[in-house]
């Protein structure tokens, strides 16, 4: 099985800054397709930012662009999301997930992902 944990969310003010780490387990994770997704209360699930398996290539949502910067240490079996200038809209659960199916991952779409984990919140208050 491939377990993925997340953490580093919390509680922290507009404008300020948090990292994220997803911890990966059980798999092949340098060939991995990772991405980051979230998800706010009555809303649906949204695409975030994502790497290929090489960490070559990086992509984004526009609304964070800019502001958040997706990592991954392959050695580490871990990704990484920086996120700057944080804004209340940014608050939701966010997700880490991976794709072995690397070769044709459809990066901003969460069903590409076959692999997710169990979340942790962001609250980034007013």
């Known amino acids: 099985q491939v377990h993925l944990l997340e953490s580093g969310g919390g509680l922290v003010q507009a404008g300020g800054s948090l990292t994220l780490s997803c911890a990966v387990s059980g798999g092949t994770f340098s060939t991995y397709a990772m991405g980051w997704f979230r998800q706010a209360p009555g809303k649906e699930r949204e695409f975030v930012a994502a790497s290929s398996q090489s960490g070559g290539s990086t992509y984004y949502a526009d609304s964070v662009k800019g502001r958040f910067t997706f990592s991954r240490d392959n050695a580490k079996n871990t990704v990484y999301l920086q996120m700057n200038s944080l804004k209340p809209e940014d608050t939701a659960v966010y997700y880490c997930?991976?794709?072995?199916?690397?070769?044709?991952?459809?990066?901003?779409?969460?069903?590409?992902?076959?692999?997710w984990g169990q979340g942790t919140q962001v609250t980034v208050s007013s």
């Open positions: 997930a991976a794709d072995p199916q690397y070769w044709r991952t459809i990066y901003a779409r969460a069903r590409s992902y076959d692999y």
